[in-house]
């Protein structure tokens, strides 16, 4: 069954630094999602995706953030000047269609650890 | 601003037993309505997706109400099994457009005791 795969499962990184996660949506599927969890909280929308441009962010997702797809299949998370507070679960999910119908999928998560 | 609200926070029960989890939401224009499970430490499986032209969605063992008027939704598991011991989260679409970023409740811990 086709699945969402994210690459690392886990990253450390030094304060300060760059950091770019990756992940792969399902292969016909057309938004992609990223999603944040801070240990113990709620999972937090950060940022959509669909023809090659931002569809909606929320408040989180400042100029720290940007996403890209690179080829046909990648999708990434860039956090840029990486703080203590970005360790979190970063969830990336998909789905066929907008409009709120489609289930979303997701990917098992990178844990980044800031330092 | 979307809120969700997962009732309660935490439930232990013995095995076999029926069970019931509560989700309410604020703004009842929502087009559908996700459940997923959530693992320690993993990520996020879809469980069921009820449609806001729904009142039901069933799957195996599971089945979900939806009520969009009274902005609620409810998962009702049955004959419950320790694998089913995980956090179950509700989320529904934050906005009427686009590609819809779900707005996710805290979960509900279940435990499911042998």
């Known amino acids: 069954e086709p699945e969402v795969t994210q690459t690392p499962s886990h990253q450390v990184t030094q304060m300060g630094q760059e950091v770019i996660l990756r992940c792969v949506p399902i292969s016909n599927h057309l938004y992609f999602y990223w999603y944040r969890q801070i240990l113990g909280q709620k999972v937090e929308f950060l940022v959509s995706?669909?023809?090659?441009?931002?569809?909606?962010k929320s408040e989180i997702f400042d100029d720290q953030f940007s996403v890209e797809r690179p080829d046909g299949s990648n999708f990434t998370l860039k956090i840029r000047s990486t703080k203590l507070e970005d360790s979190a679960m970063y969830f990336c999910a998909s789905n066929f269609l907008a409009g709120g119908t489609a289930e979303q999928f997701f990917g098992p998560g990178t844990r980044l650890t800031v330092l | 601003k979307q809120e969700v609200t997962q009732i309660p926070a935490a439930l232990s029960v013995p095995e076999g037993e029926n069970l019931v989890l509560n989700c309410s939401f604020t703004?009842?224009?929502?087009?559908?309505l996700q459940w997923f499970r959530q693992d320690p430490g993993k990520g996020l499986t879809s469980l069921l997706l009820?449609?806001?032209?729904?009142r039901e969605q069933t799957s195996g063992r599971l089945n979900a109400s939806l009520d969009k008027s009274s902005g609620r939704s409810t998962l009702y598991i049955a004959a419950s099994q320790p694998g089913d011991s995980a956090t179950y989260l509700c989320a529904v679409p934050t906005s009427g457009g686009g590609a819809d970023g779900l707005t996710f409740g805290k979960g509900t811990h279940l435990i499911i005791q042998p």
């Open positions: 703004d009842s224009a929502i087009y559908n």
């Open positions: 009820i449609q806001s032209s729904q």
């Open positions: 995706f669909y023809n090659n441009e931002i569809s909606e």
